[in-house]
T-cell receptor, first 113, second 113 residues
Framework: NAGVTQTPKFQVLKTGQSMTLQCAQD?????MYWYRQDPGMGLRLIYY???????DKGEVPNGYNVSRLNKREFSLRLESAAPSQTSVYFC????????????FGEGSRLTVL | DQQVKQNSPSLSVQEGRISILNCDYT??????FLWYKKYPAEGPTFLIS?????DKNEDGRFTVFLNKSAKHLSLHIVPSQPGDSAVYFC????????????FGGGTRLMVKP
């Protein structure tokens, strides 16, 4: 049972380049999320999708776009990468229960030079 | 302004002793509080949670205490084991808010053999 799978695990970009982080979950969850983790800042929500066909901004959406391709897949795109986007990115999914428990992928480490 | 804060970036404890990790929050609208554990190069995994209507929840060696008047929660690990060495994140959510979690900055726990 794979759970939440993210690709790629590592990526180095030059400033101005674009890339897409892919995420897929096999738990039939309705909700999916993208977080970034920076030292001392915890995890901050970039975008989320409460259900297939809907997306909403989180706390730090600037410089990112997302696509909820279907119920399983939720991608995060950087159109023009900046050094401030150097971070570890986590995708997560949730069944939508009131407890708020999320299931996370292993993370994607992105470095923008 | 961080709504969830973990003021201790790190904590070192001897094996067998108690580990106490603290978390403060500012938003009185939070309904549910969760602790996540994160090992290097892995995604966060759910550890234990507590509803705002309770003041204590216990699961084996892990107990979470909630003091709503002080807007403070703590995670107790007894007895601590070397395998507990990880980064612990406190998180909070609101019912009917899309299961969006607000995370603290994390505390790195080191349990010495």
């Amino acid at each position: 049972n794979a759970g939440v799978t993210q690709t790629p695990k590592f990526q180095v970009l030059k400033t101005g380049q674009s890339m897409t982080l892919q995420c897929a979950q096999d738990m039939n969850h309705n909700s999916m999320y993208w977080y970034r983790q920076d030292p001392g800042m915890g995890l901050r929500l970039i975008y989320y999708s409460a259900s297939e066909g809907t997306t909403d901004k989180g706390e730090v959406p600037n410089g990112y776009n997302v696509s909820r391709l279907n119920k399983r897949e939720f991608s995060l795109r950087l159109e023009s990468a900046a050094p401030s986007q150097t971070s570890v990115y986590f995708c997560a999914s949730s069944s939508g229960s009131s407890t708020g428990e999320l299931f996370f992928g292993e993370g994607s480490r992105l470095t923008v030079l | 302004d961080q709504q969830v804060k973990q003021n201790s970036p790190s904590l070192s404890v001897q094996e067998g002793r108690i580990s106490i990790l603290n978390c403060d929050y500012t938003n009185s609208m939070f309904d549910y509080f969760l602790w996540y554990k994160k090992y290097p190069a892995e995604g966060p995994t759910f550890l234990i949670s507590i509803s705002s209507i309770k003041d204590k929840n216990e699961d084996g060696r892990f107990t979470v205490f909630l003091n709503k008047s002080a807007k403070h929660l703590s995670l107790h690990i007894v007895p601590s084991q070397p395998g507990d060495s990880a980064v612990y994140f406190c998180a909070a959510s609101r019912y009917n808010a899309g299961n969006m979690l607000t995370f603290g900055g994390g505390t790195r726990l080191m349990v010495k053999p």
